[in-house]
């Protein structure tokens, strides 16, 4: 199955501090790239980032409930994707289930031995990070791409 070529970029959006991580070229690997405050400079940023990685798409999670129901979080960034899809156009946005991906984060920095500071301090770029990765896993395996799509495909 293939994939399509180009960088995306893995944004997990909080109240405070926004996680941002990058795939290489090939769709293949997701890493860190850095944590953006949330905030008024935060949209020009992440615009920033779009435009110097050269994306093809942006993947953002999706918060939701562990029953698939959204809530009130996943309200806020739907409407924070609406603000960034402004700001990036033509480039797409790609909404992305999100359940877990904290969680899997801070287990894994837990296992590489980083300490409670340490690992606030990263936190949501390690969910960034693992929400692109997944992401990136289920497109290899499906063949297509995952998620809601917002503004135009690639």
């Not at 941002?20 to 920033?48: C, K, M, N, W, Y």
């Not at 779009?50 to 959204?70: D, K």
């Amino acid at each position: 199955m293939t994939t399509r070529r180009g960088r995306r970029l893995g944004v997990d959006v909080g109240d405070v501090r926004i996680g941002v991580a990058v795939s290489d070229p090939d769709g293949i690997l997701a890493t860190p790239v850095e944590t953006v405050a949330a905030g008024a400079g935060a949209i020009p940023r992440l615009a920033e980032l779009v435009r110097e990685h050269e994306v093809l798409e942006c993947v953002v999670g999706l918060p939701t409930g562990l029953s698939g129901r959204e809530g009130p979080a996943a309200i806020k960034v739907r409407a924070f994707c609406d603000d960034l899809l402004a700001a990036i156009d033509p480039v797409p946005i790609r909404l992305f289930d999100e359940r877990m991906s904290t969680v899997t984060a801070d287990s894994m920095l837990r296992q590489s031995g980083r300490s409670g500071k340490g690992r606030r301090s990263i936190i949501d770029q390690a969910a960034a990070t693992v929400i692109l990765q997944t992401a990136l896993d289920s497109e290899r395996t499906r063949g297509s791409a995952p998620g809601e799509s917002i503004g135009r495909q690639p």
